[in-house]
Nanobody, 117 residues
Framework: QVQLVESGGGSVQAGGSLILSCAAS????????MGWYRQAPGKQRELVAS???????NYADSAKGRFTISRDNAKNTVYLQMNSLKPEDTAVYYC???????????WGQGTQVTVSS
């Protein structure tokens, strides 16, 4: 079993920055992908950014140029640096871990990010 614990959400004004962290513990298999998804009220959950244990990254178009994903494999932790935040970035952000050799899929509890104009 894998547990994901997120931290770093909060409220910020437009143009501000936040950094999210997600620490994974338990039986973590590699290679894997760790990433961030978000879900705004009334909308489907969507990928924000992901990064494999081999450091390959994938970003949503809305995140490119503003958000940076990074990870510390030794700590099983993934980060999301969010800059130039916009009100439309307001959502619950979820951490995800998916081993590439398994159908398992693990989610954190979510952390709220609110951007005011």
């Amino acid at each position: 079993q894998v547990q994901l614990v997120e931290s770093g959400g909060g409220s910020v004004q437009a143009g501000g920055s936040l950094i999210l962290s997600c620490a994974a513990s338990g039986s973590i298999f590699r290679p894997n992908v760790m990433g961030w998804y978000r879900q705004a009220p009334g909308k489907q959950r969507e990928l924000v950014a992901s990064m494999t244990s081999g450091s390959n990254t994938n970003y949503a178009d809305s995140a490119k140029g503003r958000f940076t994903i990074s990870r510390d494999n030794a700590k099983n932790t993934v980060y999301l640096q969010m800059n130039s935040l916009k009100p439309e970035d307001t959502a619950v952000y979820y951490c995800n871990l998916r081993p590439l050799t398994s159908l398992s899929d693990y989610w954190g509890q979510g952390t709220q990010v609110t951007v005011s104009s």
